[in-house]
């Protein structure tokens, strides 16, 4: 039985994307069965596995309605064990059709609970909002991962987003839980880095994983060539600490 | 008459934000009056100029559906010629209320109407989506400034901002133009860097601003003591850039 894991934090650009493709990747590395959910209308995850989104058939957008078409709609990747389902452009509009429909939180979840059992995670990628898709996300998983960036902002946005955690595990999804904190970005040059990651231990303390992301600039080139750290370049930090996180991921999870 | 300018775009973390407080902050310093409006939940350009999210008696959302308290709503800040209507908390919610409203599109225009004698220009920070709240952003203003960061899914995002622009022109609001596109956190020793800057200079010419801004810390820290990078650090390289860019944009509007 899969453990569903969303990745979630509505500051913009502090790593949900690039965590998400990459600690799956080194999962799969480690013989996990992995499967990922994009419900970004950005589609990044989908196009930073090398798809293009105007050549998606079926997406996540798409099964909302219809999950008749579950089977079309997971794509294999190059990376042995991981499979996906991609966002296409059709989810833009997705938050607004989706505030007047039944079961609107519930829609990602039900897709999910027909495919856990092929899998041994399911990430679900969000976007940086608290909208309805998100809600989505955090309705549907066992945990959340939550990346940090090591810069003023995205700290000061952690209690709005521990608030809305708390809403949906009140009404919507009672076992949900914080699988860990994530700092990324990490810049030893300066002194802004080493005060974030400071007072971010301080408060979440255990839940905040042990490896830190730091700022490496592979992890930014191998979206351009669709590829996971992994594949652009095996030797980097960058892929390094995403081995190591995969590694942290497992061993947390087995002591329960 | 104030020029309404949008800060948009809707990849998270490009620096919308750190455009909208330095750039206006930098126009102030021209002795230029400017007014900010923060229509993102996140509140990024309230707290970065200083004010607690959870102490603003009248937001952004309040004058949604009560205009009579304009005037209640707009603070003055530290710097000179500035002011803010700020967002609170309750705009989270926002996106989900306007759905269902009568002209949900024009909200923040009708506001901006009545303001705009006051102010030589209105910035609009928007959050990282294109919901109701930046078409609303989009709606009001005479022009865009679309912040690029310098890697590879800012770029990559471009065609969709573009498309929803195209949009808003052709139903909503026929005089919006691109006012110009900001290339940030640019970091000169990566090639990265070089070739997404070169590639959006191909592709847009002459909408291109000149001012480039460089990935600098001192504009990362200059929130955390709520304050524009002018008043945290004015010898920094992030305030120099900011002043080119804002003598660039009072040239640029001035040959029309
Ligand atoms: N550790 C890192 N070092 C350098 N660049 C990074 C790192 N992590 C992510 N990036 C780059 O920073 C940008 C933001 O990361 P990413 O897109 O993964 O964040 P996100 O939270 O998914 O953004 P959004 O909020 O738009 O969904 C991307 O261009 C990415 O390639
Ligand atoms: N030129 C720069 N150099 C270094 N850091 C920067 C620069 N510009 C912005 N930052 C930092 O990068 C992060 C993202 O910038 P900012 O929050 O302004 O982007 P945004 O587009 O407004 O994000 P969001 O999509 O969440 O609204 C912030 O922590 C900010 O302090
Ligand atoms: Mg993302
Ligand atoms: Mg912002």
């Given at each position: 039985?899969?453990?569903?894991?969303?990745?979630?934090?509505?500051?913009?650009?502090?790593?949900?994307?690039?965590?998400?493709?990459?600690?799956?990747?080194?999962?799969?590395?480690?013989?996990?069965?992995?499967?990922?959910?994009?419900?970004?209308?950005?589609?990044?995850?989908?196009?930073?596995?090398?798809?293009?989104?105007?050549?998606?058939?079926?997406?996540?957008?798409?099964?909302?309605?219809?999950?008749?078409?579950?089977?079309?709609?997971?794509?294999?990747?190059?990376i042995?064990?991981?499979?996906?389902?991609?966002?296409?452009?059709?989810?833009t509009?997705?938050?607004?059709?989706?505030?007047?429909?039944?079961?609107?939180?519930?829609?990602?979840?039900?897709?999910?609970?027909?495919?856990?059992?092929?899998?041994?995670?399911?990430?679900?990628?969000?976007?940086?909002?608290?909208?309805?898709?998100?809600?989505?996300?955090?309705?549907?998983?066992?945990?959340?991962?939550?990346?940090?960036?090591?810069?003023?902002?995205?700290?000061?946005?952690?209690?709005?987003?521990?608030?809305?955690?708390?809403?949906?595990?009140?009404?919507l999804?009672?076992s949900?839980?914080?699988?860990?904190i994530?700092?990324?970005?990490?810049?030893?040059?300066?002194?802004?880095?080493?005060?974030?990651?400071?007072?971010?231990?301080?408060?979440?303390r255990?839940?905040?994983?042990?490896?830190?992301?730091?700022?490496?600039?592979?992890?930014?080139?191998?979206?351009?060539?669709?590829?996971?750290?992994?594949?652009h370049?095996?030797q980097?930090?960058?892929?390094?600490c995403?081995?190591?996180?995969?590694?942290?991921?497992?061993?947390?999870?087995?002591?329960?």
């Amino acid at each position: 039985m899969a453990r569903i894991i969303t990745i979630a934090n509505q500051k913009g650009g502090v790593g949900k994307t690039t965590t998400t493709i990459n600690l799956s990747t080194c999962l799969c590395d480690l013989n996990k069965k992995v499967l990922l959910i994009d419900i970004d209308p950005q589609g990044n995850t989908t196009s930073g596995l090398g798809y293009s989104k105007n050549k998606i058939a079926v997406s996540i957008y798409d099964l909302f309605s219809d999950q008749e078409k579950i089977n079309q709609a997971i794509l294999n990747t190059s990376i042995p064990g991981l499979s996906l389902i991609p966002a296409n452009i059709s989810l833009t509009g997705a938050e607004i059709e989706l505030v007047n429909l039944e079961q609107r939180e519930f829609r990602v979840k039900s897709i999910l609970d027909s495919l856990k059992e092929n899998y041994d995670y399911i990430f679900i990628d969000c976007p940086p909002s608290l909208g309805l898709l998100t809600i989505n996300g955090l309705t549907a998983a066992n945990s959340i991962i939550i990346p940090v960036q090591c810069a003023y902002y995205a700290m000061e946005g952690l209690g709005q987003l521990l608030n809305t955690i708390k809403l949906v595990k009140d009404r919507l999804n009672r076992s949900l839980k914080i699988e860990g904190i994530l700092l990324t970005m990490y810049d030893a040059r300066t002194n802004l880095s080493y005060q974030v990651a400071k007072e971010i231990k301080t408060h979440f303390r255990e839940k905040v994983y042990e490896t830190i992301i730091p700022t490496n600039v592979k992890l930014a080139e191998a979206p351009g060539f669709g590829k996971p750290i992994t594949l652009h370049d095996n030797q980097s930090t960058g892929a390094k600490c995403y081995q190591k996180l995969a590694e942290e991921v497992i061993r947390r999870n087995k002591n329960g």
